[in-house]
């Protein structure tokens, strides 16, 4: 079992910045790829950003690429997600999860946060 909880989420204006953090626990963090998904009320939960357990393979949904950036620290079991130039439309509850791959897909992911609410103003 591995334990994942999301921080860093909150308000901030359009344009502003955030960094969400996801602290895991149980077993070894550094053998699963993490990634971030996002969701919103009657929406599907939708992939954001993915990262291998070696840190060189990363993927970015086209929406974020440019603006997000996904990064982990193995030793402190902990991955992030840096959000730049946030929009109203990044606006969601945002998950992270592990798996054994670093694959764009909810069901390649066995463990979930519970999610932290990122809310950007316009």
């Known amino acids: 079992q591995v334990q994942l909880v999301e921080s860093g989420g909150g308000l901030v204006q359009a344009g502003g910045s955030l960094r969400l953090s996801c602290a895991a626990s149980?077993?070894?963090?550094?053998?699963?790829?993490m990634g971030w998904f996002r969701q919103n009320p009657g929406k599907e939960r939708e992939f954001v950003s993915t990262?291998?357990?070696?840190?060189?393979?990363?993927y970015y949904a086209d929406s974020v690429k440019g603006r997000f950036t996904i990064s982990r620290d193995n030793a402190k079991n902990t991955v992030y997600l840096q959000m730049n130039s946030l929009k109203a439309e990044d606006t969601a509850v945002y998950f992270c999860?592990?798996?054994?791959?670093?694959?764009?897909?909810?069901?390649?992911?066995?463990?979930w946060g519970q999610g932290t609410q990122v809310t950007v103003s316009s």
């Open positions: 999860a592990a798996g054994r791959y670093p694959i764009p897909m909810n069901a390649a992911y066995d463990y």
């Open positions: 149980g077993r070894t963090f550094s053998s699963y790829a």
């Open positions: 990262m291998s357990w070696t840190g060189n393979v990363t």
